[in-house]
């Protein structure tokens, strides 16, 4: 099942996987001297502010995803780029530290995956482009083909095609189908129904809410940082405030109940990094989105292939990321290898599978740290390790490292792991925990 | 209230003249060319001054030789009024490569074109200086010893 010339490829959802799945499958078959109709199907109007228009994340691009694309010559530009991140703070029950980037320079963007939050439309044009616009617009200067409709049926032809049906359009086959629908349940059930095989990913909950503060307020008060507050609250696994232009980005990962929300708002240390005296509007542009924390079941087929979140993606962090690395050996095994289900087992589903690997790691680590972070001299000593690591200007920043490509998503966790076994790393903690016993907590 | 881009964007921000990587230096990075241009400068052999070799624009690259070969920065770098850089760990780049050999096809497009402009120099000058050798010596032969081209 190899794609010949003028193979048709239809790419169900349009977001960061979808987007770059057909960037890739154009870009590659070009280099191969192929061509390839490749049609995204993504009846979302990106550009649009609120819901409607928004693929619901924090809206981070890590560090190493900027240098990645860079790379490719898929550079992100100033119209997506909201704010620019070059610090991350640490905020604990206990006192907070700053750990900057390794390399003095703006590495890290956020971003609007949509338009933009509901109720900024009240000044259009908007100053910024959407992320997921942005993508998808890439995929289409490559040759793709979007098509604004929502895909109500999938089914398999008489002769073994894929074949993809919406509303507006005459039933179309397909030489390979490729799933890059989300979390969003009844396009999920669509594929689930195919018969293949396919189960949607575990998942869990999120809340993201996108709080106005003004761009001098924000500049003031998150300064070009991201804070993730690492709190002893029940049932949190941690939360961060994100500097978004106007906005600040509140995330809430844990097990999400009105309860948690409050007393995450409710915390002082929280509190400390609003604005004097602002309250939460009523009613911000918020949502709870799902997000993947397993793996899906028979992620492919003989010409079928799921991808992103219905299928694994980063645990907690670098979606995106992820989309981009599962993406590109997709393509490729599409065109060198072919759209059987052989092909693809043997070439796409590996990186699938290191990738949920990866995510057990991951929650692993996370968990230790939901541990550690309950333990009061522990907790401390970390601080202090941080904060005589981030004052030792050229030295050893292991323990920094870690919690920067934790939060940044820039390293794998098997990579973080690795950094935080180092003994220099054991040894410190080891140490200043026991000294924390014997001395009060100190704010930076 | 009022929205506008705020200021922070990615990358270093050079003003013009500044120099953002010096001839001789260990190579930590690549380098691409967000926002502006650069110059891209050698000593001249006889240490009087610099040459220019040639100006590179938005989304080009450099400094991807030093971080194959492992060898000092060949070049000095200037920015040629007011310049976004992105920097780009030559590790994360050597890393990834083994993740996907394919990543290296974006750069060694780069570094194709700039050896289509270099072949294009070179022959201009041989060129130059096969003519200005038959107008020195009209009566000697004209023919001149070349070595082999340069590769495609």
């Known amino acids: 099942m190899e794609l010949n010339d003028n193979a048709r490829i239809a790419v169900v959802g349009g977001g960061p996987a979808g987007s770059l799945s057909a960037f890739f499958l154009q870009s590659l078959a070009e280099r191969v001297g192929l061509t390839l109709k490749v049609d995204v199907y993504e009846p979302r109007a990106f550009y649009k502010t609120g819901p409607s228009g928004c693929n619901m994340c924090g809206g981070i691009i890590s560090e190493s995803l900027i240098e990645l694309l860079a790379t490719e010559g898929l550079q992100i530009p100033s119209s997506v780029v909201i704010d620019t991140i070059d610090t991350y703070t640490l905020h604990t029950d206990d006192g907070h530290v700053r750990i900057r980037s390794r390399l003095d320079e703006m590495r890290i963007a956020s971003i609007f995956r949509g338009g933009g939050p509901r109720g900024a439309d009240h000044q259009l044009p908007l100053p910024w482009d959407s992320f997921d616009w942005f993508l998808l617009q890439q995929a289409c200067k490559r040759g793709a083909r979007h098509i604004p409709e929502r895909v109500k049926a999938l089914s398999i032809n008489e002769q073994g095609l894929p074949t993809v049906h919406t509303k507006g359009m005459e039933p179309s086959a397909y030489d390979f189908l490729i799933g890059a629908i989300g979390l969003g349940g009844p396009s999920l059930k669509m594929f689930e129904k195919m018969g293949f095989g396919y189960e949607q990913p575990e998942t869990t909950k999120a809340f993201v809410a996108e709080l106005y503060y003004g761009d001098q307020e924000v500049k003031h008060r998150l300064n070009q940082a991201m804070h993730v507050f690492l709190l002893t609250i029940p049932g949190l696994k941690f939360a961060a405030l994100i500097p978004k232009g106007h906005y600040a980005t509140l995330i809430i990962l844990g097990e999400i109940t009105m309860d948690l929300i409050q007393r995450v708002l409710a915390s002082p240390v929280v509190k400390r990094i609003f604005p004097p005296g602002w309250e939460i509007p009523v009613q911000p542009c918020q949502c709870h989105p799902r997000i993947t924390i397993g793996a899906g079941k028979t992620l492919v087929a003989d010409r079928i292939a799921m991808i992103g979140d219905c299928a694994v993606s980063r645990l907690y962090k670098d979606g995106i990321g992820a989309a981009y690395r599962l993406s590109k050996p997709l393509a490729l095994t599409a065109i060198t290898h072919g759209v059987s289900k052989e092909s693809l087992a043997q070439h796409y589903l590996p990186q699938c599978d290191r990738m949920d690997r990866d995510n057990r790691i991951g929650h692993t680590l996370f968990n230790m740290d939901t541990l550690f972070r309950s333990i009061g001299p522990m907790r401390r000593g970390m601080l202090e390790t941080v904060r005589q690591e981030q004052a030792q200007a050229g030295g050893h920043q292991h323990l920094s490292a870690a919690l920067w490509d934790t939060f940044t998503g820039s390293s794998s966790y098997q990579d973080i792991l690795f950094r935080l076994l180092h003994p220099t790393v054991l040894a410190r903690l080891t140490i200043k925990s026991a000294l924390s016993l014997f001395r009060k907590p100190q704010q930076e | ?152």
């Not at chain 2, 506008?4 to 380098?31: M, N, R």
């Open chain 2, 1 to 152: 209230m009022l929205f506008t881009l705020t200021d922070p964007q990615l990358g270093t921000i050079y003003k013009s003249g500044e120099t953002i990587v010096s001839q001789g230096e260990e190579a930590e990075c690549l380098y691409v060319i967000l926002e502006g241009q650069v110059d891209i400068l050698v000593e001249s052999d006889s240490g009087e001054g610099v040459e220019l070799l040639g100006t590179l624009h938005k989304d080009d690259m450099f400094g991807e030789i030093a971080c194959f070969d492992h060898k000092k920065r060949s070049a000095t770098v200037k920015a040629n009024g007011a310049t976004r850089i992105l920097s780009i760990d030559r590790k994360t780049i050597l890393k990834r490569i083994h993740e996907d050999p394919t990543i290296v096809f974006n750069l060694m497009r780069h570094m194709s074109d700039r050896i289509r402009m270099l072949n294009e120099e070179v022959l201009t000058l041989r060129r130059q200086l096969r003519d200005r050798n038959s107008q020195e010596s009209p009566d000697q032969s004209t023919s001149v010893e070349t070595p082999e081209s340069p590769s495609e």
